[in-house]
C-alpha cells in the first residue's frame, strides 16, 4: 500500500490555466505539508495542515490555495499558472506535534512534475 | 533562524570506495537533523536521523552520521558505496517557531557512483 500517494503523477499545461494535485496519505497521520522543488532540486516547503488547519503558509502567491477535506488529504489548486511555476511539487505527512520541536519523520508521495509551456 | 549548508553539490566517487557527504548547520537552539535521500524520479525517504544521545547515527542501507556540535556539523558517511546509492542527498534541520514544526532543507549533494 502506498503510504502517501499523489496525483497526476505529470501535468504539463499552458499558460493562465488553473490546475490541481490531488494528495492522499493512508498513515493516519496529522500534519500534512506541501513542498516546491525548483529546477535545482531546492526544496522548500509552501504550507502546513494540521487536523485539516492551516499552520504554515510561506510566502507563496496567493494563486496557490491548499485544501484539506480531512486530514487524510491535502490538495493544491493553482490558478492563472505561469512559467516560473514548473517545478516537482512534493506533498509530505507526518505524525504531527505541534507545542514544541519534532522529531517526526516525514513521509513524502512520488512528487508531480508540472510543466506549464 | 536555523539553516543548512551542504558544502558539496556534486561527488562523483567509484563503486565499493568509501564517501562523505558534507553539512553543515547554524542553530542557536538544541536541533534535529535529518538525512534524506531521493532516488531518480521518486520521492525523499528517511536515511537517519539525530534526535539526541549517542553522537553516532546509524541508517538504513549502511549509511551513518555523525553529529558533531562544537563543529555544528552532522556528516554523512558509507565506508563502500553502490551503484544503487546514486541518488540525491538532503541534510535538514527541524525549525520550530511560532508553536509549529517545518524542516528546513539543504540544496542536495548528487552521489554519483561509477562502476
Known amino acids: 500500500d502506498t503510504a502517501v500517494s499523489q496525483t497526476p503523477k505529470y501535468l504539463v499545461t499552458q499558460m493562465g490555466n488553473d490546475k490541481s494535485i490531488k494528495c492522499e496519505q493512508n498513515?493516519?497521520?496529522?500534519?500534512m505539508y506541501w513542498y516546491k522543488q525548483d529546477s535545482k532540486k531546492f526544496l522548500k516547503i509552501m504550507f502546513s495542515?494540521?487536523?485539516?488547519?492551516?499552520?504554515i503558509n510561506e510566502t507563496v502567491p496567493n494563486r496557490f490555495s491548499p485544501k484539506s477535506p480531512d486530514k487524510a488529504h491535502l490538495n493544491l489548486h493553482i490558478n492563472s499558472l505561469e512559467l516560473g511555476d514548473s517545478a516537482v511539487y512534493f506533498c509530505?505527512?507526518?505524525?504531527?506535534?505541534?507545542?514544541?520541536?519534532?522529531?517526526?519523520?516525514?513521509?513524502f508521495g512520488p512528487g508531480t512534475r508540472l510543466t506549464v509551456l | 533562524a536555523q539553516s543548512v549548508t551542504q558544502l558539496d553539490s556534486q561527488v562523483p566517487v567509484f563503486e565499493e570506495a568509501p564517501v562523505e557527504l558534507r553539512c553543515n548547520y547554524s542553530?542557536?537552539?538544541?536541533?534535529?537533523l535529518f538525512w534524506y535521500v531521493q532516488y531518480p524520479n521518486q520521492g525523499l525517504q528517511l536515511l537517519l536521523k539525530?534526535?539526541?544521545?549517542?553522537?553516532l547515527v546509524k541508517g538504513i542501507n549502511g549509511f551513518e552520521a555523525e553529529f558533531n556540535k562544537s563543529q555544528t556539523s552532522f556528516h554523512l558517511r558509507k565506508p563502500s558505496v553502490h551503484i544503487s546509492d546514486t541518488a540525491e542527498y538532503f541534510c535538514?534541520?527541524?525549525?520550530?517557531?511560532?508553536?509549529?514544526?517545518?524542516?528546513?532543507f539543504g540544496a542536495g549533494t548528487r552521489l554519483a557512483v561509477h562502476p
Open positions: 509530505a505527512s507526518s505524525q504531527g506535534t505541534s507545542g514544541y520541536p519534532s522529531t517526526d519523520t516525514q513521509y
Open positions: 498513515l493516519g497521520h496529522d500534519t
Open positions: 495542515y494540521n487536523n485539516k488547519e492551516l499552520i
Open positions: 542553530s542557536s537552539v538544541s536541533v534535529y
Open positions: 539525530y534526535l539526541s544521545g549517542s553522537t
Open positions: 535538514a534541520v527541524t525549525h520550530f517557531s511560532g508553536g509549529y514544526n517545518k524542516l528546513i
